[in-house]
T-cell receptor, first 116, second 110 residues
Framework: GAGVSQSPRYKVAKRGQDVALRCDPI?????LFWYQQALGQGPEFLTY????????KSGLPSDRFFAERPEGSVSTLKIQRTQQEDSAVYLC????FGTGRTYEQYFGPGTRLTVT | GIQVEQSPPDLILQEGANSTLRCNFS?????LQWFHQNPWGQLINLFY???GTKQNGRLSATTVATERYSLLYISSSQTTDSGVYFC????????????FGKGTKLTVNP
């Protein structure tokens, strides 16, 4: 079936603008994750949803970052008043979920955000 | 938090050579995955391997959970194997988030 999709693939924002990044997980996947990848680094966790519930947002770097998944499917990561340090690739991943075990995560192609 | 260390950071091979990439982690894990990030940035799942050994074509992986390390073997390397290889782990008792190492950048020359 279809994989994880993200849009837009590229976004250029002027410092101070708000941006919204979209993620469509694999159909039927309960768990959804957002990661941030700076140039030359591994991805770093931002936030995690199980269905529509945001269970972990410990990785969000500031209160300018906000994520939602209102119907337990599509998710949006919003960054308000963008700063240059927000420039990175934002990756979305999804996985199945089962009580007592974990499943592998599948990643989308990412959104490359450049703040000028 | 858990530390994930990958070695070597960079590796340059001639086509046809074999290689071993290592991932050490500092705590017990529920899940370990190996990914290949291609030049376009897509993370491609290679193995889901919290323990044991798996093989897929020219690639194989072994995780020794009790000793907190995993190895990725690439045999008869091809230029299309170039890219960055990441190891990522999910810790026990936490959310399902993955903690990534810094990756091994592999360059395979023709």
């Amino acid at each position: 079936g279809a994989g994880v999709s993200q849009s837009p693939r590229y976004k250029v924002a002027k410092r101070g603008q708000d941006v919204a990044l979209r993620c469509d997980p694999i159909s039927g996947h309960v768990s959804l994750f957002w990661y941030q990848q700076a140039l030359g680094q591994g991805p770093e966790f931002l936030t995690y949803f199980q269905n529509e519930a945001q269970l972990d947002k410990s990785g969000l770097p500031s209160d300018r970052f906000f994520a939602e998944r209102p119907e337990g499917s599509v998710s949006t990561l919003k960054i308000q008043r963008t700063q240059q340090e927000d420039s990175a690739v934002y990756l979305c991943a999804s996985s199945r979920f089962g009580t007592g075990r974990t499943y592998e995560q599948y990643f989308g192609p990412g959104t490359r955000l450049t703040v000028t | 938090g858990i530390q994930v260390e990958q070695s070597p950071p960079d590796l340059i091979l001639q086509e046809g050579a074999n290689s071993t990439l290592r991932c050490n982690f500092s705590d017990s894990v529920n899940n370990l995955q190996w990914f290949h990030q291609n030049p376009w940035g897509q993370l491609i799942n290679l193995f889901y391997i919290p323990s044991g050994t798996k093989q897929n074509g020219r690639l194989s992986a072994t995780t020794v959970a009790t000793e907190r390390y995993s190895l990725l073997y690439i045999s008869s390397s091809q230029t299309t194997d170039s890219g960055v290889y990441f190891c990522a782990v999910e810790t026990q008792g936490g959310s399902e988030k993955l903690v990534f190492g810094k990756g091994t950048k592999l360059t395979v020359n023709p």
